[in-house]
């Protein structure tokens, strides 16, 4: 055997070597014990951020890291998701509830020093309303009167917007309408402060190829800070010295995975690599309720499962057409066996338990009415019903409930339905476009108020897509509703517009999401609540369980 | 043989930009784009978004501007990763892929040409049907079942080696790189066991036991040179295939890898995204075919012939 074999040999040997030696750590202690001990909190988190920068991102990932980086005027008890004061100390609300003045705290910092004032917070939102940077929720300001003007581009000058820095510490707002979610908003990432000088240290604030939001430039104000960023690998945050409630932050730091994958995820959580995972695989969900039902955590969830239908198409176009589908749906049925049962039937698009909002109930499981209805469209037994599909995106759990639901109005109404899914790219096209008969589709509430989901269905609303348009139903969501401050006359406003879209079924309600989660034992002060909302400061470890 | 190699570089050019070509308009055909959302994008933050990132130019000028970034070797920014190049990405996740790759061309090559070599010194054997039904079974076996199994033995049950990572936790390299492995390495035990046989019954073996060698020598001095020539010119395309195949490992062991962003940027409409990986890996596909060429060439002088000019 020649040198250069016997060197070849040598490298394998290296290499093979080096790949065992780094496994055999022998006895080593799981992430997570190691994690209790150190007040480090693993968590699996869904996928890999867009960004950070709260002004420009739209998903829950980057919701779940950015909250624990910044914070705005408000924040939410994550038990009762009542609004708690943060950066600012206390507001009053004028009597007409159209002038919030809003008393900043003296010791909030940014994450260098630096100190937060009103003028961060009214500079911070004049760079999320720019219409240059292109924030997908500019939106979320609309309350705020000419917000909607500048943010469209309509007005250059923020001075007539409804923002006013009064002193260092005091920012006044006012709106449009007495708004009563405004302090929710006022807790969602989009309205929170970015650090001004550091963003024009790297280029123009409204430009989204600025590279401020990474690791080692980014400043925040939350009660953690940035401190390493692997892309599709993880993202950690340390807790910051400079927040001004650091001493009620427990955790160290907080380490979030992409983990795009359920399964993984799942195994991860098993071997003791998470504290927390962002979801269950639904197929596990029966097992872990079993065997470990202290291990899993379902609760209900802010968002509908639903079907829109496109009333511009007929027959759909009839109103009895619609109802008679809706009505033709076992939903008890559909959420025990293709759900597993951890789902609750929807029977309206809001949520039940929308901070005390009790969606109306108008009608249920009932084929034989359903029959009726489609006859006296003129389709007795399903007789000449035109051929139609369902769309869904491509996915097992959404071809699960289509195959269901194809049975369904088989057996109770004689029609056939054709299951067309695409890919989701293709699938938002077909939706955008109204290229569709009867389209899947959930929707998640941005803030807890029926608003959140009924100003959905305005005429000509860009998630509207149904073809739905009722005078009255617009005037109560747009002049009415905002004008109320009392909860319970608001309510009752919005069941009367709710109960004007059921009773008109552009969208077939199916169920209530719900969230799910695997979680150690030694995680506490994480309650479920219907937003899925974790406040980063009241969570902490146990390492005795 | 400069003349040889020069002339396969120049062919190489025009695949390149036939594939940079196809790539650029064929994603803008696609339905959908960078910024469709669930959520309704209003016409306003629609147009500033394009405007950011020249979407709002005519496709031909946006093709002719892309195309001398290109030159200057920018692939752009990512639409899906705000502040983010493709660039970075793709120096990011290169060098994680290329290990993975390495490691597992590694354990296929040993296990690979172990399994071959046994097999053939005693064909039609149990020496010879074992390893080579395991190998097959490792070619039919995706690596989305092979990956879940290994980490339900050897991490849950076993709970030798970590579950998922890449360089976080000690030994959670080898179950990947094993996954990733396998079904080369069971190829390549096919490969040589062919390869072997066809040079066991040639005459310079027998010459060399009737030298008297002992038949350890004959086996790995004289059989194996000429027994895995098919291996070693397996190895080119089975390495650019390691690094741009590897995106079902690295979903399954969270491996902050290319394959995952080549994979995700389809499903984002991440335009800039597919092409600068779409164009790196096809660069990367056709240097290793031009190098296993210029390798075969050197090897076999007829190969050569074709490229030089007629002698007067």
């Known amino acids: 055997m020649g040198l250069t074999g016997v060197k070849l040999k040598g490298l394998v040997l290296v290499l093979l070597g080096g790949l065992l030696l780094t496994s055999c750590g022998?006895?080593?202690?799981?992430?997570?014990?190691?994690?209790?001990?150190?007040?480090?909190?693993?968590?699996?988190?869904?996928?890999?951020?867009?960004?950070?920068?709260?002004?420009?991102?739209?998903?829950?990932?980057?919701?779940?890291?950015?909250?624990?980086?910044?914070?705005?005027?408000?924040?939410?008890?994550?038990?009762?998701?009542?609004?708690?004061?943060?950066?600012?100390?206390?507001?009053?609300?004028?009597?007409?509830?159209?002038?919030?003045?809003?008393?900043?705290?003296?010791?909030?910092?940014?994450?260098?020093?630096?100190?937060?004032?009103?003028?961060?917070?009214?500079?911070?939102?004049?760079?999320?309303?720019?219409?240059?940077?292109?924030?997908?929720?500019?939106?979320?300001?609309?309350?705020?009167?000419?917000?909607?003007?500048?943010?469209?581009?309509?007005?250059?000058?923020?001075?007539?917007?409804?923002?006013?820095?009064?002193?260092?510490?005091?920012?006044?707002?006012?709106?449009?309408?007495?708004?009563?979610?405004?302090?929710?908003?006022?807790?969602?990432?989009?309205?929170?402060?970015?650090?001004?000088?550091?963003?024009?240290?790297?280029?123009?604030?409204?430009?989204?190829?600025?590279?401020?939001?990474?690791?080692?430039?980014?400043?925040?104000?939350?009660?953690?800070?940035?401190?390493?960023?692997?892309?599709?690998?993880?993202?950690?945050?340390?807790?910051?010295?400079?927040?001004?409630?650091?001493?009620?932050?427990?955790?160290?730091?907080?380490?979030?995975?992409?983990?795009?994958?359920?399964?993984?995820?799942?195994?991860?959580?098993?071997?003791?690599?998470?504290?927390?995972?962002?979801?269950?695989?639904?197929?596990?969900?029966?097992?872990?309720?079993?065997?470990?039902?202290?291990?899993?955590?379902?609760?209900?969830?802010?968002?509908?499962?639903?079907?829109?239908?496109?009333?511009?198409?007929?027959?759909?176009?009839?109103?009895?057409?619609?109802?008679?589908?809706?009505?033709?749906?076992?939903?008890?049925?559909?959420?025990?066996?293709v759900l597993q049962g951890i789902v609750e039937p929807a029977y309206a698009i809001v949520p039940p338990g929308t901070l005390g909002y009790d969606p109306p109930k108008l009608f249920s499981y009932d084929p034989e009415q359903a029959r009726e209805l489609l006859a006296a469209a003129g389709y007795p037994e399903g007789q000449g019903f035109p051929a139609f599909d369902i769309l869904y995106n491509t996915q097992e759990s959404h071809q699960k409930i289509a195959v269901a639901i194809q049975q369904m109005w088989r057996q109770n109404l004689g029609i056939d339905v054709g299951l067309v899914n695409q890919e989701w790219q293709v699938y938002l096209d077909s939706q955008e476009n109204m290229n569709y008969d009867i389209s899947r589709r959930g929707w998640i509430g941005d803030y807890v108020d029926p608003n959140s989901f009924l100003d959905m269905f305005l005429t000509g609303g860009g998630n509207n897509k149904t073809g739905f348009s009722n005078p009255r139903y617009d005037q109560i969501i747009l002049q009415d509703a905002p004008k109320v401050q009392d909860r319970d006359q608001r309510y009752a406003l919005f069941r009367e517009a709710e109960t004007l879209l059921i009773d008109n079924m552009p969208i077939i309600p199916l169920y209530t999401y719900q969230s799910s989660h695997l979680k150690q034992p030694s995680v506490k002060g994480m309650p479920t609540n219907i937003m899925d909302y974790y406040n980063w400061k009241y969570v902490y470890l146990d390492a005795q369980e | 043989m400069w003349r040889f190699i020069g002339l396969r570089t120049l062919l190489a050019v025009p695949v390149i930009l036939i594939v940079i070509t196809l790539t650029f308009f064929l994603v803008r055909a696609a339905p959908g784009g960078p910024f469709s959302s669930e959520k309704a994008v209003s016409p306003q933050v629609k147009a500033a978004l394009e405007a950011q990132y020249r979407l709002d130019q005519p496709l031909f000028q946006q093709y002719l501007s892309y195309l001398g970034d290109l030159a200057h070797g920018d692939l752009g920014p990512t639409f899906r990763y705000p502040g983010r190049t493709v660039n970075e990405l793709i120096i990011q996740g290169l060098p994680v892929t290329a290990e993975l790759g390495l490691y597992a061309l590694l354990i296929a090559v040993l296990f690979g040409v172990l399994a071959g070599v046994l097999a053939a010194l005693k064909p039609n054997s149990a020496q010879d049907y074992v390893p080579m039904s395991v190998a097959m079974v490792g070619i039919c076996m995706p690596s989305f079942l092979l990956g879940p199994l290994l980490v339900l033995v050897f991490g849950i049950w076993l709970g030798w080696l970590p579950v998922s990572g890449w360089g976080n936790i000690p030994g959670d390299k080898i179950l990947p790189s094993l996954t990733l492995g396998a079904m080369y390495a069971a190829y390549i035990a096919r490969l040589s066991r062919s390869g072997m046989l066809e040079v066991m019954s040639q005459d310079y073996l027998r010459t060399a036991r009737a030298k008297g060698l002992p038949e350890s020598v004959v086996i790995i001095k004289h059989a194996l040179r000429g027994g895995l020539l098919p291996v070693v010119s397996y190895l080119g395309p089975a390495f650019a295939g390691l690094l741009s195949g590897s995106f079902v490992v690295e979903t399954i062991f969270q491996i902050p890898g290319l394959g995952r962003f080549y994979v995700q940027a389809a499903f984002n409409r991440d335009y800039t995204m597919i092409l600068g990986t779409t164009v790196f890996l096809a660069t990367l596909i056709v240097l290793f075919n031009l190098l296993s060429d210029i390798a075969a060439a050197w090897l076999n002088p007829r190969l050569r012939f074709q490229f030089r000019k007629a002698q007067p």
Do not use: C
């Open chain 1, 26 to 337: 022998g006895s080593q202690q799981s992430q997570v014990a190691a994690g209790n001990l150190q007040g480090v909190f693993h968590m699996g988190n869904g996928t890999e951020p867009q960004g950070l920068d709260p002004h420009i991102v739209t998903g829950l990932p980057e919701h779940h890291i950015i909250q624990a980086l910044f914070e705005g005027l408000v924040t939410k008890n994550p038990t009762t998701l009542e609004i708690e004061p943060a950066v600012a100390e206390s507001w009053d609300i004028s009597a007409d509830g159209r002038l919030y003045t809003f008393h900043l705290r003296h010791d909030a910092r940014w994450s260098n020093g630096d100190p937060l004032t009103a003028e961060d917070f009214r500079w911070s939102w004049q760079r999320a309303l720019t219409p240059a940077l292109g924030s997908l929720y500019n939106y979320m300001y609309f309350g705020i009167v000419n917000a909607e003007a500048f943010g469209t581009g309509q007005i250059t000058d923020f001075s007539q917007v409804g923002v006013k820095v009064l002193d260092d510490y005091t920012l006044q707002v006012e709106l449009k309408e007495p708004t009563p979610y405004f302090l929710q908003i006022l807790d969602h990432y989009s309205t929170f402060p970015v650090h001004r000088a550091t963003l024009e240290a790297f280029g123009s604030a409204s430009s989204r190829l600025s590279q401020w939001a990474r690791a080692g430039n980014l400043v925040s104000n939350g009660p953690f800070v940035l401190s390493e960023w692997q892309v599709n690998s993880h993202i950690r945050v340390e807790k910051s010295p400079y927040y001004w409630d650091a001493d009620k932050v427990k955790l160290n730091a907080i380490v979030y995975y992409p983990t795009e994958n359920l399964t993984t995820e799942e195994r991860m959580f098993r071997d003791g690599q998470l504290h927390f995972t962002n979801s269950v695989p639904l197929e596990k969900i029966p097992t872990y309720l079993k065997e470990q039902p202290e291990l899993i955590e379902i609760a209900p969830y802010l968002g509908t499962y639903y079907y829109m239908i496109n009333t511009t198409r007929p027959p759909f176009d009839d109103a009895r057409v619609r109802r008679a589908l809706a009505m033709a749906v076992d939903r008890k049925l559909l959420v025990e066996t």
